[in-house]
């Protein structure tokens, strides 16, 4: 859900139903990285209300845009990280890597 101003396109607060810290706080994280962003932040309302509400504030942009933007570079960094890890996993599979483990 959007809560917004008709006039002003570039501040909003999205609430987010059925997540926690581990999406708001890397969402936050990536917002913030981007130069379009004046303020970003986010709140739980409560510990048993699985809401999170993340407000955006633009320099001019559209937040609705910014947050869709933010996402899409999280999911890459996402992959990215899997994508990495699975390569490890295969490395070390390849030299023989449990073998050499003491267990």
Excluded: W
């Amino acid at each position: 859900m959007e809560l917004g101003s008709l006039q002003d396109n570039s501040q909003a607060t999205f609430s987010l139903t059925d997540e926690d810290h581990t999406l708001a706080n890397s969402l936050r994280f990536t917002l913030n990285q981007d130069p379009r962003v004046s303020f970003c932040g986010y709140s739980i309302p409560h510990p048993s209300d699985p809401r999170v509400n993340i407000r955006v504030q633009t320099t001019g942009d559209s937040a609705r845009e910014v947050l869709k933007d933010s996402c899409q570079d999280l999911m890459l960094m996402c992959e990215h990280v899997r994508s990495t890890f699975d390569q490890a996993i295969l490395e070390f599979k390849s030299k023989d890597g449990l073998k050499s483990m003491k267990i």
